[in-house]
């Protein structure tokens, strides 16, 4: 994909999280997509509520900057989280890391989000939604708990930074933004079950039905 289009799918991504609420209050966030073996393009700052495809830097897959303006400090912080996410799964082209509003009480609450709601195995989530322990954002220690639990659940599109937020990581920009919005939704939806008794899992049997209704009708998700 040319360098040119993949800034459109960021930018896309990026306002479809602000026009759904992803981006809570403080709008922040930060994105990236996979160019090529070698290099990502990622958003340079925090806010990304009105991201353009100026907004936008290359790197390459240790993390240092190949094209582009400086990126802002707060970003260098989190560089990593993406970088080693590309290095561990060389079928993501996108991750996105926010502090969506639902799925966030789950990870201040340390609670892994529960698999009940059907539309999320349309993005192959097949297993709950884990939190891994608190550490400072992209540190060391938190970045090699993310790895570990993509290590250890090779199917798993996203994870949950405890005390923090989330990470979300799929094929693409748009795709991944929108398994962001069903994430979201599904941790609303729990917590809302609460009233009538608590949310419950699906049949482990509904993962192979879905998949199957997908392929018979040709649906990518």
């Given at each position: 994909?040319?360098?040119?289009e993949?800034?459109?799918r960021?930018?896309?991504?990026a306002?479809?999280?602000?026009k759904?609420?992803?981006?809570?209050?403080?709008?922040?966030?930060?994105?990236?997509?996979?160019?090529?073996?070698?290099?990502?393009?990622?958003?340079?700052?925090?806010?990304?509520?009105?991201?353009?495809?100026?907004?936008?830097?290359?790197?390459?897959?240790?993390?240092?900057?190949?094209?582009?303006?400086?990126?802002?400090?707060?970003?260098?912080?989190?560089?990593?989280?993406?970088i080693?996410?590309?290095?561990?799964r060389?079928?993501?082209?996108?991750?996105?890391?926010?502090?969506?509003?639902?799925?966030t009480?789950?990870?201040?609450?340390?609670?892994?989000?529960?698999?009940?709601y059907?539309?999320?195995?349309?993005?192959?989530?097949t297993e709950?939604?884990?939190?891994?322990?608190?550490?400072?954002?992209?540190?060391d220690?938190?970045?090699?708990?993310?790895?570990?639990?993509l290590?250890?659940?090779?199917g798993?599109?996203a994870?949950?930074?405890?005390?923090h937020?989330?990470?979300?990581?799929?094929?693409?920009?748009v795709?991944?933004?929108?398994?962001?919005s069903?994430?979201?939704?599904?941790?609303?939806?729990?917590?809302?079950?609460?009233?009538l008794?608590?949310a419950?899992?699906?049949?482990?049997?509904?993962?192979e039905?879905?998949?199957?209704?997908?392929?018979?009708?040709?649906?990518?998700?």
């Amino acid at each position: 994909m040319l360098e040119k289009e993949v800034r459109l799918r960021i930018v896309e991504a990026a306002h479809l999280l602000a026009k759904s609420g992803m981006l809570y209050r403080g709008e922040h966030a930060n994105l990236s997509a996979r160019l090529d073996d070698q290099h990502i393009l990622m958003t340079r700052g925090g806010s990304i509520a009105n991201l353009s495809g100026d907004d936008l830097a290359v790197l390459d897959l240790q993390g240092n900057l190949a094209d582009g303006e400086a990126m802002d400090a707060t970003m260098q912080e989190v560089i990593q989280m993406h970088i080693r996410v590309y290095q561990a799964r060389a079928s993501v082209g996108a991750v996105i890391h926010t502090h969506a509003p639902h799925v966030t009480v789950f990870a201040v609450a340390n609670q892994p989000i529960p698999l009940v709601y059907e539309p999320l195995l349309r993005f192959g989530v097949t297993e709950s939604i884990p939190v891994v322990p608190w550490a400072p954002r992209g540190s060391d220690k938190s970045v090699n708990a993310i790895i570990d639990v993509l290590s250890n659940h090779p199917g798993l599109p996203a994870v949950m930074m405890a005390n923090h937020g989330v990470l979300v990581f799929h094929q693409d920009p748009v795709n991944t933004a929108r398994l962001l919005s069903t994430l979201d939704e599904a941790a609303e939806l729990v917590i809302q079950a609460k009233a009538l008794g608590g949310a419950k899992e699906l049949d482990p049997a509904a993962i192979e039905q879905v998949k199957d209704r997908m392929a018979a009708f040709g649906s990518r998700r």
